[in-house]
């Protein structure tokens, strides 16, 4: 009676895979605003068309208007958002990602000036935000397209929020 206790207990504790623990990340990106727009000024902030990274991993090519939720390992994670596909942003946010735990990010581009406040370029940020205060403009958004998505992370997607993949030969 008791080795059949032992072996159970070595079954079941040893022999079971582990449950995977993840994690929710959304990002999103507002679009143009009117009223900055109608200002006549060039925001120094503007909506972000770029792409978004995890590390070296690319994740989805992200698009202003739109949002995009994946379920992600727990652990750190160093998000950047780029022009560049080829490499990742030079800003990362660094996140400590917990188990069923949601955490929601903004997504922008920041106008560069020089010291003569003069257009030098264009840089992606990502912004850690409370949830709470991006769901109201989060329902306004559009989920991001399935082709935008790097087809390698494509299944960490939380798929209640994508529409069906058009093209599975697109990244």
């Not at 449950?19 to 143009?32: D, H, L, P, R, W």
Request: aromatic letters at 8%; hydrophobic letters at 40%; one cysteine or more.
């Amino acid at each position: 009676m008791l080795w059949g206790l032992r072996i159970a207990f070595v079954t079941v504790f040893l022999v079971s895979p582990c449950i995977a623990q993840t994690g929710t990340v959304t990002f999103y990106s507002y679009g143009v605003s009117v009223k900055n727009e109608k200002a006549g000024m060039m925001p120094t902030v503007r909506p972000f068309s770029g792409w978004l990274f995890d590390g070296q991993q690319r994740l989805a090519h992200a698009q202003d208007d739109h949002f995009v939720t994946f379920r992600l390992p727990a652990g750190q994670h160093s998000f950047t958002a780029a022009l560049d596909s080829n490499k990742p942003g030079t800003e990362p946010v660094v996140v400590d990602v917990k188990d069923g735990v949601h955490s929601c990010f903004h997504l922008y581009s920041k106008v560069e000036l020089n010291d003569a406040l003069l257009y030098v370029g264009l840089a992606g940020r990502v912004e850690p935000v409370p949830c709470g205060d991006a769901a109201e403009g989060v329902g306004k958004l559009k989920p991001l397209e399935a082709k935008r998505i790097n087809p390698a992370v494509l299944a960490e997607v939380d798929a209640s929020a994508m529409p069906a993949r058009s093209d599975p030969k697109r990244p």
